[in-house]
Nanobody
Framework: QVQVVESGGGLVQPGGSLRLSCTASGSRFAFYVMGWFRQTPGKQREVVARIGGAGSTFYADSAKDRFTISRDDDRNTVYLQMNSLKPEDTAVYYC????????WGQGTQVTVSS
């Protein structure tokens, strides 16, 4: 069983930045495909960004040029640096670890508002 824990959400003004962190348990973290997803009320959870074990990345169109996903395998941690935040980025952000199956964190709220 892989435990996934997010942190770093909060309230930020439009144009501001936040960095989300996610730690996942297990000795094989380097082999996990890690991802960030987000969800707003009444909508399906959507992918924001993913990063493979070799560092390959994928970004949703909404995240390109503003968000950066990275990982530190020594710390079992993945990060999502979010810049130039917009009100439409407001959501609960979930971390996902994909190995033998999908593991999810509890989510962290990000609110972009003036």
């Amino acid at each position: 069983q892989v435990q996934v824990v997010e942190s770093g959400g909060g309230l930020v003004q439009p144009g501001g930045s936040l960095r989300l962190s996610c730690t996942a348990s297990g000795s094989r973290f380097a082999f996990y495909v890690m991802g960030w997803f987000r969800q707003t009320p009444g909508k399906q959870r959507e992918v924001v960004a993913r990063i493979g074990g070799a560092g390959s990345t994928f970004y949703a169109d909404s995240a390109k040029d503003r968000f950066t996903i990275s990982r530190d395998d020594d710390r079992n941690t993945v990060y999502l640096q979010m810049n130039s935040l917009k009100p439409e980025d407001t959501a609960v952000y979930y971390c996902n670890a994909q190995y033998d199956t999908d593991y999810w964190g509890q989510g962290t709220q990000v609110t972009v508002s003036s």
